[in-house]
T-cell receptor, first 113, second 109 residues
Framework: KAGVTQTPRYLIKTRGQQVTLSCSPI?????VSWYQQTPGQGLQFLFE???????NKGNFPGRFSGRQFSNSRSEMNVSTLELGDSALYLC????????????FGQGTRLTVV | GQNIDQPTEMTATEGAIVQINCTYQ??????LFWYQQHAGEAPTFLSY????GLEEKGRFSSFLSRSKGYSYLLLKELQMKDSASYLC??????????FGTGTRLLVSP
């Protein structure tokens, strides 16, 4: 079966701009989680969606938002980009939630200049 | 708060055995995961422990002691392809994984 697909793979944006990242989970998976990965901080949880509802949110500012569509595809948006937002953004899909095996996408590498 | 500690870097020789430790202090506990991540790639699932004891899966084993807030990942018969980062993650609730910063393992010939 197809894995988790994240688009785009690479992105360069300017400070102050906004960006939208997309994640298509494995078919049949209803839970999508988003993480930010930086060298110093490791993976930091952003939010988790299940059946179009946000069930949990990490400690990120309101500039970070997300949504999930009825087909379980998810998007995350970052507005008013800052240099510190440069990171690898990973999405993970699982059948029912993170207490089941989660499959990660390849990630979107965002560089803010 | 949530705190997960693991060594930053380890080195080992091909064919050897290495143990990567992870200690955690979290507000709740519903399981501990180990993931492997090669440079530039997505993390891949290795193991999940929710009860105390050892889980063996081929060359990889994972151990958990809930009373000590401690887990380890044991890799046997190391191969060059095992050079990667190993991420320990705890599930304090049911929707949010908390990750350690990862242990970079370098396997040399």
């Amino acid at each position: 079966k197809a894995g988790v697909t994240q688009t785009p793979r690479y992105l360069i944006k300017t400070r102050g701009q906004q960006v939208t990242l997309s994640c298509s989970p494995i078919s049949g998976h209803r839970s999508v989680s988003w993480y930010q990965q930086t060298p110093g901080q490791g993976l930091q949880f952003l939010f988790e969606y299940f059946s179009e509802t946000q069930r949990n949110k990490g400690n990120f500012p309101g500039r970070f938002s997300g949504r999930q569509f009825s087909n379980s595809r998810s998007e995350m948006n970052v507005s008013t980009l800052e240099l510190g937002d440069s990171a690898l953004y990973l999405c993970a899909s699982s059948l029912l939630g993170v207490n089941t095996e989660a499959f990660f996408g390849q990630g979107t590498r965002l560089t803010v200049v | 708060g949530q705190n997960i500690d693991q060594p930053t870097e380890m080195t080992a020789t091909e064919g050897a055995i290495v143990q990567i430790n992870c200690t955690y202090q979290t507000s709740g506990f519903n399981g501990l995961f180990w993931y492997q991540q090669h440079a530039g790639e997505a993390p891949t699932f290795l193991s999940y422990n929710v009860l105390d004891g050892l889980e063996e899966k081929g060359r990889f084993s994972s151990f958990l002691s809930r009373s000590k807030g401690y887990s380890y990942l044991l890799l046997k018969e190391l191969q060059m392809k095992d050079s990667a980062s190993y991420l320990c993650a705890v599930l304090p609730g049911f929707q949010k994984l908390v990750f350690g910063t990862g242990t970079r393992l370098l396997v040399s010939p």
